[in-house]
């Protein structure tokens, strides 16, 4: 497999997409959202994208810090940057 094959495989674990038959999830099928309808969703719900360039070692704390909080990264940012600006 190439990388980026690895990295959707990867991606699809983590969803929980790649785990085999639940009945109760049999004959559902699974909620595709474009990327436009996500931006619309997004934009309801007053988020706007906000890229930045950081070093890979505060990547990983975050990273580490969101799977043991048990939430994902743009809302552990999200919380952290909300309680530093407070300060």
Do not use: Y
């Amino acid at each position: 497999m190439r990388k980026t094959e690895l990295a959707k495989a990867d991606a699809k674990k983590i969803m929980g997409k790649m785990s085999a038959g639940h009945a109760s999830s049999f004959g559902k099928a699974p909620e595709v959202v474009d990327k436009r309808e996500q931006r619309r969703r997004d934009q309801a719900l007053g988020l706007v994208p906000f890229a930045v360039k950081l070093n890979s070692d505060l990547v990983q704390q975050l990273n580490a810090q969101a799977t043991a909080r048990g939430v994902d990264m743009n809302q552990l940012v999200g919380e952290l940057l909300a309680k530093s600006l407070a300060e």
